[in-house]
């Protein structure tokens, strides 16, 4: 008869993450420094900045009247009366996010390590489009049920998915701004930042903490719920990608999520008062 010892050992063993094949760790000092200085530049310039800058929001609402659950922020909003002005700074936007994406990519590439290695593959086959879906399914439904909790516990803003203008553009663009979003987060903060700790020979469970931390802090400004539900979000995929070595699941499950949610509150507003 099988002990709970055994089925605890079983599961623990499936989920350990095998030794990366293919990414050497880097001895050279000199490489070494190269690394943690192009890590602390690249974090810097993209989503290192942003978890500062939202710790600091979420501080500023914790004293605000009202207090963190007194506050709304909106994940996409109009910038300009002029609904074409507006379209092109949003096409501005996507495009610094995509370029996020390209310069994660490109980094992996420079490394020397070979791009499969890193999970990263011209295109996603239909393996990682069931595999998007379920990730989309398995973290979408418990974080609407976790943003819920937090609302009533005053520990998370109300979130606007989307406050653009209604225009003709605004739910491709919608759709645009949700797969930049994947793609700069998976390929960054996952691929990217996950292949070159362990280049420095950082361990498996180290680097995904690393990882979801960075997830999580740059959430913050929605308030405490966002920042555990997207280091929850930074753990699953992390440890996701470390086991079947796939980026396009997480990019896929990712642009999903955003997706119905930037655009489903958009076209259902008026129905969804009970998420505020």
């Known amino acids: 008869m099988t002990t709970l010892a055994a089925v605890t050992d079983r599961i623990h063993t499936l989920l350990r993450p095998p030794r990366p094949v293919g990414i050497e760790v880097v001895t050279d000092p000199v490489r070494r420094r190269a690394i943690g200085i192009e890590i602390a530049i690249v974090l810097t310039l993209t989503f290192g900045l942003s978890g500062a800058s939202s710790a600091l929001s979420l501080l500023e609402d914790a004293l605000r009247p009202g207090g963190i659950g007194g506050q709304t922020v909106a994940l996409n909003q109009s910038t300009s009366a002029n609904e074409y002005i507006d379209l092109a700074r949003q096409l501005l936007s996507a495009t610094r996010l995509f370029a996020i994406a390209a310069l994660a990519v490109y980094l992996v590439y420079r490394s020397g390590v070979a791009l499969h290695r890193a999970g990263i593959t ?54 645009v701004s949700a797969i930049g979003n994947s793609a700069a987060e998976e390929f960054l903060v996952v691929a990217y930042l996950i292949t070159r700790l362990r280049q420095l020979g950082w ?27 997207n280091v929850v979000m930074g753990l699953v995929y992390g440890r996701f990608f470390q086991l079947t070595r796939r980026t396009w699941p997480l990019v896929i499950g990712h642009a999903l999520i955003d997706t119905v949610a930037f655009v489903g509150y958009a076209l259902l507003r008026d129905h969804l008062t009970w998420l505020t």
């Open 122 to 175: 011209r295109r996603p086959t239909r393996i990682d489009l069931a595999w998007g879906a379920g990730l989309a399914a398995g973290i979408g439904i418990p974080g609407l049920g976790l943003y819920l909790v937090a609302r009533a516990l005053n520990f998370n803003a109300q979130v606007l998915p989307s406050d653009l203008t209604e225009t003709w553009w605004r739910l491709p663009m919608l759709v």
């Open 203 to 229: 361990s498996e469970n180290r680097s995904l903490l690393a990882s979801a931390l960075l997830r999580g802090s740059y959430h913050l400004y929605q308030g405490l719920g966002g920042g555990l539900g």
